[in-house]
């Protein structure tokens, strides 16, 4: 695979949080124990059968599940009437619903039968129907029990975002309710009952929740678009329309749609004519926001790169997704059917190609898992709520909403992340455009240098021989003198080559051949009285000064660092003037040691000061002392490595100073000096041995 993995799959590059194994298991144990914690606070208990045939009602007991107590009969013509149900032969049709709240995934009629009794001193009643994507609801409240009711009570719609009706029933009272529901949907019918002041609590703490959950919903969206705006790129303009699909979706299954806009809304009655019903409108935004979100894992999870098997099942989708939201349009027959199966072809996708990138190597996979477990783990009770698994709860119902946060927390971070992992690697590729047009610029001067210091020794030994093969003779003799003079130059190209040839080959024999452990004070004072006689020849004083630690021990391959103090020493020479003094001196401190080559010459110009060591780098070409420009180039990548270091202090006019200091090798220093130690105890001992034997031989 050739292809470039760039955008959010750059992130495998760098060492992350997320990348570590441990702590992204931990994160998963973590989230796993988060969500179990929630499934334990807000979990329904299970069914419990009871023999009692009716609701009773008591203060004080807050919220009563009709399911619980509630029978259930499917109207298959959905042409029945009060009086039909109520007829003996309709009647005995009626199934306990022991406590279930979902009844099938197709459309549908069903007659809800409960009765109740009220034994508190509380007449004000409240029931309440917790979907809002149904087409008609219908309640009738009758006093007395089911087989002889006969009177309705009255019966008021509450302003709220599920429909909620109040009725009257006073203490010592009992009466039957009756509701006929149509569904074109999922046969969702969670019901409940309360007092008034509950059903005023409840409605206060679900408008917090509400406003807390939406508007943490548009601050996500409205960030994600602003991320699109200035970064444009298309995977957080996915994401912003994922977000706000799945909160639209959330507002018709809340019933806050309809609340929002009214009941006589334009907008609303525009809504219904185009789609036909509540729950068109759902799967609508529903299958959109998985539509958008199914755009935003292919660009976060790079399947194409990183589970390139999936790509049809992902094509498929990304096709298909277009279409099965069309069709919401058109009220086709067993529409909810396509609808759940493309869920579930979303949910296997997302699944297999995340563990499967996330295998692969992909990190931003991991985020998806971070993000997908707190998602699925509360939406889960949704999901068993829907086939009847699980009773009708709060985390039931809003279990999607609870999900979605933890899900745009976790995305949040993700995006946040590659942002700043985009910017950091934008600023490394100029970085590096610039190093390259640094090295470029450094390899034109040199084959510029190089052709110069070549071209000019070249010149000379061309002319010279153009002038022997014409017979031109300056002056007597001038014949030799003009061979000398050209084997000078000869001698100058081939020494320019040699250093080249060096400088290419130092790397590889560095690691060709093994370092040797020296004691340093003694190999730098042998080196100081060795060069003292280039410096007399120079016609020049030598000064030297040494204070280094005798127990300090340096590898090194010694001809190469001789190498480096013989450079620095004769270009100390050639810039000094007659007479002056050539300073060297040694010093070690701090696990280091460090040799200066101070000269008193005109000095270095602050620009040149960091230019120097380059390749064929001249102070000035014209010079006829500055030679090729290779000897301090040799030095620095001498120095190099052997992991030190290299540079230089000058002013105009105040001479030079160069410097470059090595690493000390602290356990070959002790090994060394152990041995030394060893060495001369058993001297020591053979002498007093000598000297024993020599005074019995007396």
């Known amino acids: 695979m050739t292809r470039s993995r760039g955008g959010f799959a750059a992130m495998a590059s760098h060492k992350t949080i997320i990348a570590n194994n441990r702590f992204f298991i931990f994160a998963i144990l973590l989230l796993i124990l988060g969500v179990s914690i929630v499934w334990k606070l807000f979990a329904p208990a299970p069914y419990a059968p009871t023999s009692a045939d009716a609701i009773v009602l008591h203060e004080n007991e807050g919220v009563y599940h ?17 009086a039909d149900v109520q007829s003996p032969e309709v009647s005995a049709q009626f199934q306990p619903a022991s406590g279930q709240s979902a009844f099938g995934l197709t459309a549908g009629t069903y007659w809800i039968r409960t009765v109740v009794v009220n034994q508190s001193p509380l007449e004000q009643w409240v029931i309440r129907l917790n979907n809002s994507v ?105 994401y ?41 409108i759902d799967y609508f935004f529903f299958i959109s926001c998985l539509w958008f979100g199914l755009l935003f894992l292919g660009k976060i999870l790079q399947i194409d790169v990183y589970a390139p098997r999936m790509m049809i099942v992902y094509r498929v989708l990304r096709i298909g997704s277009p279409l099965v939201v069309a069709a919401s349009l058109f009220h086709l027959p067993g529409y909810e059917t396509l609808a759940i199966l493309y869920e579930s072809l979303f949910a296997i996708l997302l ?41 009708e709860s709060f985390l039931t119902h809003y279990g999607f909403q609870f999900g979605s946060i933890a899900e745009f927390l976790m995305f949040s971070v993700a995006l946040s992340y590659q942002i700043r992992q985009a910017r950091v690697e934008k600023e490394n590729a ?13 390899r034109n001067e040199l084959l510029q240098n190089i052709s110069h210091d070549i071209r000019t020794p070249l010149t000379i030994v061309q002319g010279s021989i153009q002038a022997m093969l014409h017979g031109i003779v300056i002056k007597p003799g001038g014949n030799e003198e003009m061979l000398r003079s050209m084997y000078g130059q000869v001698l100058q190209i081939n020494t320019f080559i040699d250093d080249l040839f060096e400088l290419s080959q130092l790397k590889h024999d560095h690691e060709t051949s093994e370092l040797q452990a020296v004691p340093f004070a003694d190999w730098i004072r042998h080196e100081f009285d060795s060069l003292q006689s280039a410096v007399q020849l120079a016609e020049l004083q030598h000064e030297c000064s040494l204070s280094v630690d005798p127990q300090a021990v340096v590898k090194i391959h010694d001809h190469q660092i001789r190498r480096v103090l013989a450079n620095l020493v004769n270009n100390a020479c050639k810039f000094s003037p007659p007479g002056s003094t050539i300073h060297l001196s040694a010093s070690s401190n701090k696990g280091e040691v460090l040799v200066c080559v101070r000269d008193e010459g005109s000095g270095i110009a602050p620009e040149h000061l960091d230019s120097v060591f380059n390749r064929a780098y001249k102070v000035d070409p014209a010079d006829p002392k500055s030679g090729n420009g290779l000897g301090l180039a040799i030095a620095k990548e001498i120095i190099a490595l052997h992991g030190g270091a290299i540079w230089v202090e000058s002013e105009r006019g105040g001479g030079s100073r160069f410097y470059f200091k090595l690493p000390v090798d602290a356990s070959t220093a002790q090994g060394i000096h152990a041995t030394l130690h060893k060495s001369a105890g058993s001297s020591a001992m053979i002498r007093n041995a000598s000297s024993t034997s020599s005074h019995s031989k007396q």
Not at 66 to 82: A, C, E
Not at 430 to 442: A, P
């Open 66 to 82: 009709v399911n619980d107590q509630m029978d259930v009969l499917v109207d298959k013509s959905g042409k029945w009437t009060l």
């Open 134 to 238: 149904f087409e008609q609801f219908d309640m009738h409240i009758l006093d007395g029990p089911a087989d002889n009711s006969l009177h309705s009570r009255m019966i008021a719609q509450a302003d709220e975002h599920f429909y909620s009706y109040y009725f009257q029933l006073p203490t010592q009272d009992s009466a039957t309710i009756y509701m006929r529901v149509v569904i074109n949907g999922s046969m969702i019918l969670p019901i409940e009952l309360m007092d008034n002041n509950t059903f005023l609590g409840k409605l206060k703490n679900e408008y917090i929740f509400f406003g807390i959950y939406y508007g943490f919903v548009l601050l996500m969206a409205a960030y994600m678009l602003s991320m699109y705006i200035f970064n444009r790129m298309s995977v957080y303009l996915y």
């Open 430 to 442: 100029v970085q590096e455009m610039k190093l390259s047009e640094q090295l470029q610029q450094s």
């Open 351 to 391: 699944v297999i190609s995340t563990i499967w990138c996330m295998y692969r190597g992909n990190p931003a996979a991991r985020y998806v898992v971070l993000a997908a477990v707190p998602f699925l783990g509360l939406a889960a009770p949704t999901i068993l709520n829907t086939y009847s698994l699980m009773q």
């Open 240 to 280: 912003s329309l994922y977000i706000v699909c799945f909160s639209i979706s959330q507002l018709v299954w809340n019933g806050l749609l309809r609340e929002l806009l009214g009941e006589d809304s334009r907008l609303l009655a525009f809504l219904l004519q185009l789609f036909g019903n509540y729950e068109s």
